[in-house]
Nanobody, 116 residues
Framework: QVQLVESGGGLVQPGGSLSLSCVASGFSIDTLVMAWYRQAPGKEREWVAR????????NYKDSVKGRFTISRDNPKNTVYLQMNSLKTEDTAVYSC?????????WGQGTLVTVSS
């Protein structure tokens, strides 16, 4: 079964950090571009970060540049999102995404709440 499973979400105070993980199963991420998206309450889902298959290229949504870092461990079939200096506006469900065999694959998401 092809799936992505995220973990690592939770409640954190403004200025804090969280590290999210996304583990793939049923397929290898070695040759795939991987991405993180998020959906805040009452808003549309938006792209956050992307990483190429060899980690040679990453890019980020402007509002998270310098605070978030996407990385990958291909042998572990896992993608990470390190989030620092979190702000209340980062509160959202964070989901991992890729496309394999021409089909999109989404994880179920993990909730990140930034609040004092």
């Amino acid at each position: 079964q092809v799936q992505l499973v995220e973990s690592g979400g939770g409640l954190v105070q403004p200025g804090g950090s969280l590290s999210l993980s996304c583990v793939a199963s049923g397929f290898s991420i070695d040759t795939l571009v991987m991405a993180w998206y998020r959906q805040a309450p009452g808003k549309e889902r938006e792209w956050v970060a992307r990483i190429t298959l060899d980690s040679g290229y990453t890019n980020y949504k402007d509002s998270v540049k310098g605070r978030f870092t996407i990385s990958r461990d291909n042998p572990k079939n896992t993608v990470y999102l390190q989030m620092n200096s979190l702000k209340t506006e980062d509160t959202a469900v964070y989901s991992c995404y890729t496309s394999t065999g021409g089909e999109p694959v989404w994880g179920q998401g993990t909730l990140v709440t930034v609040s004092s």
